[in-house]
């Protein structure tokens, strides 16, 4: 193991503070390192392996997508990718979509449509665009500029300017920011790495309606919280609210990198032309493979109807937890989302997991942060409680 780590720490660039573990395989909701311990994964590589590691049919779709063709670009179609449009566009709801390789990406697409769609109406590039604080959407130069957490843009400054923060679930301090030449509003329907805060129904209309009445187009970003993990397949369809654009990632590829963005017939009429946006691998045969399969079992094995229902006992578990634990200040969250705020820094508690196996995340400096694979059952669960008790003990 130490060899692994020794070789990572010389070559690769020092842009994250690793844990000490070598991740070797998985299965199902476990992951193992290389000297063969156990984890049980209540972190999906941040949100990610919904359907879980060594997952049979998932893999062999991807295999057999290999043996035919992994890549093609944009200059012609493929089997997959218009599949994979059309899935997405039925689950979200949407009329068109662009498949992007990350997250990050998806959100530079939508705040690059969301431009043009403004640029269009009125011949002008001034248009400013209205995030929230404590919101994360990328490191991207685009993505981080209408990341709300100045930490993480400060030695990067200038960004792309225009962009002004409101107060989430304060629909008066959006309000205040409006003028004549906003273009957009970008919000995540549950503010993830922000602590999982979820949208207050009444704002999260609120800012609907003001989007409508000012010609603004809704950018709602469920990278995180999209794809099942509130117990909806987009957490936006628990308000009833539609976007003018989603962004997807994470969950969507169930561990190939693909990402998209999905946007409304107005806006697609209304904005990217060829020639003002692209990508070499973005929608390429395998990642497209890899949606259109998850997409499948999503739907053949209910996943959305398995975190619904599970989620009150992942909640009790978690309230219990909160309950008997004096460094706990509050558990929150929805679905499969969930946070245990400390009153102390959630390092130590982290490690503390990891020692007795189990793998969680933090979500800003005191707060831990449980995302766990969508397809975990009640006796999980319950061994998540009995380890991360003995963590926070
Ligand atoms: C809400 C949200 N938006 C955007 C991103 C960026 O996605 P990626 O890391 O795939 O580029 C993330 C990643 O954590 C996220 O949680």
């Known amino acids: 193991m130490n060899d692994y780590i020794k070789l990572g720490d010389e070559y690769l660039l020092h842009a994250y503070n690793r844990y000490p573990i070598v991740l070797e395989r998985g299965d199902g909701v476990k992951l193992y390192d290389d000297k063969g311990k156990e984890y049980l994964d209540f ?28 890549h093609t670009s944009n200059l012609y179609y493929n089997e997959p990718a218009c599949e994979a449009s059309r899935e997405v566009c039925r689950i979200t709801g949407m009329d068109r979509v662009f498949f992007t390789n990350s997250g990050t990406e998806a959100i530079e697409g939508a705040i690059k449509t969301a431009r043009k769609y403004a640029f269009l109406k009125d011949g002008t590039t001034d248009h400013n665009i209205i995030s929230m604080e404590h919101s994360f959407h990328g490191r991207s130069m685009g993505a981080l500029s209408v990341t ?166 992942l909640e009790k578990a978690l309230d219990d937890l909160a309950s008997s634990h004096d460094i706990v200040v509050e558990h929150r969250g929805v679905g499969f989302m969930r946070a245990l705020e400390l009153k102390v820094p959630c390092a130590d508690v982290i490690k503390k997991a990891q020692e007795e196996g189990l793998l969680i995340i933090s979500a800003g400096a005191n707060t831990l942060r449980l995302v766990p694979p969508l397809i975990i059952e009640e006796d999980d669960i319950e061994r998540m409680k009995n380890l991360l008790d003995k963590a926070l003990g």
């Not at 169930?254 to 990508?279: L, R």
């Open 43 to 70: 972190a999906a590589g941040i949100a990610v392996y919904a359907l879980g590691y060594g997952n049979r049919e998932f893999n062999d779709a991807l295999k057999a997508q290999i043996d035919k063709i992994m």
């Open 148 to 313: 709300g957490n100045a930490h993480y843009r400060e030695a990067f400054e200038p960004g792309i300017g225009n962009v002004r923060f409101a107060d989430y679930n304060d629909l008066a301090s959006v309000e205040k920011l409006v003028d004549d030449k906003t273009c957009a509003v970008i919000m995540e329907t549950v503010q993830g790495e922000g602590g999982i805060h979820p949208a207050e129904e009444d704002f999260i209309k609120g800012v609907r309606k003001l989007c409508d009445e000012k010609g603004m187009l809704l950018i709602l970003d469920e990278i995180q919280c999209g794809m099942g993990r509130t117990g909806y397949m987009f957490a936006f369809e628990k308000y009833g609210v539609r976007p003018d654009i989603v962004t997807i990632a994470k969950a969507l590829g169930n561990g190939v990198p693909v990402g998209a963005f999905a946007v409304t017939k107005d806006v697609a009429d209304n904005s990217i032309v060829p020639g003002d946006h692209g990508t070499t691998y973005g929608g390429n045969p395998f990642a497209c493979a890899a949606v259109t399969e998850v997409i499948r079992q999503f739907e053949s094995r209910d996943i959305v109807g398995h975190v619904k229902a599970l989620t009150p006992v």
